[in-house]
DNA sequence: TTGTACGCGTTATCAC
DNA sequence: GTGATAACGCGTACAA
């Protein structure tokens, strides 16, 4: 690879010419600029990122981690995170922890070893958090999404998951539901802790006590959710179910809308169902009705995000930002408001 | 931030002996090595890559650029590549060209300035030929999928659309269609074309002279899809329609199959379908029926990317290698075979 | 306008 | 086992 040197010795001039060329600075005469070029063109140099990054200090790029770059779930997020970057010129890397948290603190020590000026990280598992404090205590620039770190002293964006929950449950109440089964999962993740959080609390300030309270166990993936309903449902037998059930994730109650279906269970009519992602099933096979469900302003975090990393690698504010997003109920056709009988 | 040399310093011993101790090589007492690894924690030292990168001319690392990270298309892709790096311990970066061109051949320069070892590019434009022919000129290790270069000596990978078209009209012969319509789309797009030439094959090759083909110009979008068969169903009035659409693309399909089925056109009975990607409907307000379509092994060709990449890069091979690869059909519930009446 | 000299943080070479 | 020293390719004072 031809460098700086090559190029200046085919010019017929010192290094510092050239380095001016291609940086577009002034201070050159149009002669010898125009030698450079041909030099540069002849030579097809390319200019080498990693010595101007190393002696300027700067890589004009950010780095964003997520658990996985394979599930739509973060597609709003990524385009709120595009559309914000190229407003500050940077480049943007995006890579995934492969939905495994030794994978992923990997991939952010990988940033953090210069190769950026900041890192974008969404979410984490509970048992990340030691690393997380590591982090917090390099030094290194970032913004972490849907994480909440207390009051370690880091760019915080949330979503507060109590007020979803809250919701999802006043909404049930308004559709004439009382008895409402929360179906709960991954315990490790922060999120989910949360929901079933908000959910209690608001099945109180509705007057249930804590004692009536349905709470179904459940992982998160739509076969997990149709294996806990079939289960579920069969250990029943014919007894009555709840008014509705409100799932922690939107997967889940893919799956668990499978188990009711195939069950005979109409819905709404028998029991409504709310979830939580406005996410998308992932198969197609079954006539899916349009799920209610919780749904998060990701591309404005996306956005927030850089705004937030970019405030600090400007230096421009102080002290780290925290920011609490609100999510939006959204209503479809597992849930309906009924007659008044 | 702290440097080897702070490290040094502060263990009273050289550079040179943090340097073995940062990359775990022999040479070093027992002695030294603690005091060294307890600077090192004491001081919060990292290592900075990219003076290493520099020094070793070598980033262990290697770029994807992708038209966008957007589409769950590119999911089977992304598995694959990041299923196979690991085997050679190197790191993946991902990035978007946003679906537009410059964007995407901004990320490739950027890639190519050193940052990364080699680069596999996903697709492209047609006008992005020009560029193509430079990057091949640079030298810089890249795998190209789906874009076939010609002669060109550049790593390839390819999938071979006109057999995808052939096993598309095959199949629809099998079930008793002979009025085949071609919906074709995205004439920029080469993987269109050759779907196109191979449709037009593969009736010929049934005994279909080609001023008898039907072929239908439409988007590649569902949206573009639906509002092409809503003005030909418009516009054909109670004329016979032909017996099956075979579809240059999955989404197109969707946007089809929804207006046929608003039209109350019934699928398979009155008319057959088939597409292309094996791809999912971005929308899941409708029963979509399960389309038979054209399925690419795309995983199998992130890791042949990945591995061909490597070998380059390893200089194990002095050509360059080119990598056909056929789709299979998968048969779902828009086509059947018909009863022999 | 132009060139020299130095430093960025690291590793490899070669003495000791 | 240990430590100078040079080199990687670049940007930038500073001097000319």
């Not at 450079?36 to 101007?52: C, F, K, S």
């Not at 169902?273 to 469900?293: A, E, Q, S």
Request: aromatic share 8%; net charge negative.
């Amino acid at each position: 690879m031809a460098s700086i040197k090559d190029v200046a010795k085919r010019a017929g001039c010192s290094a510092t010419l050239v380095s001016r060329v291609i940086n577009h600075q002034p201070g050159v005469s149009e002669e010898k600029r125009e030698r450079i070029q041909a030099a540069i063109n002849e030579l097809g140099y390319t200019q080498n990122l990693l010595a101007r990054s190393l002696v300027l200090k700067k890589t004009n790029t950010i780095g964003v981690v997520l658990d996985t770059l394979c599930d739509e779930y973060f597609f709003s997020l990524i385009e709120g995170i595009e559309a914000r970057i190229d407003h500050y010129g940077y480049d943007v890397l995006f890579c995934s922890g492969r939905n495994s948290p030794r994978k992923k603190s990997n991939y952010i020590n990988f940033f953090m070893k210069n190769r950026v000026d900041g890192i974008i990280i969404y979410g984490s598992k509970l048992d990340d958090m030691a690393f997380i404090e590591k982090l917090v205590n390099s030094g290194f620039p970032f913004a972490l999404i849907e994480n909440d770190v207390g009051t370690l002293n880091a760019n915080n964006i949330l979503l507060n998951n109590e007020y979803g929950s809250s919701l999802a449950v006043d909404h049930l109440f308004d559709c004439g539901c009382r008895n409402i089964c929360y179906v709960a999962g991954e315990p490790t993740i922060q999120a989910a802790q949360r929901r079933r959080i908000g959910y209690v609390e608001a099945m109180k300030r509705h007057g249930v006590p804590e004692s009536d309270l349905l709470i179904l166990e459940s992982g998160w993936t739509e076969e997990e959710g149709y294996e806990t309903f079939r289960k579920y449902l069969k250990s029943r037998g014919k007894r009555a179910l709840p008014d509705a059930f409100y799932f922690g994730s939107d997967q889940t109650a893919f799956g668990g809308m499978k188990a009711l279906m195939e069950a005979g269970i109409s819905v709404p009519d028998e029991v409504m169902l709310v979830g939580y992602d406005d996410d998308k099933p992932r198969h197609h096979d079954l006539p899916y009705l349009p799920l209610t469900t919780i749904r998060q302003p990701l591309e404005e975090m996306g956005r927030a995000a850089v705004d937030i990393l970019m405030e600090d690698l400007n230096g421009s504010t102080s002290g780290k930002k925290k920011l609490m997003y609100y999510p939006s109920l959204v209503i479809r056709e597992t849930t309906c408001r009924k007659q008044e009988s």
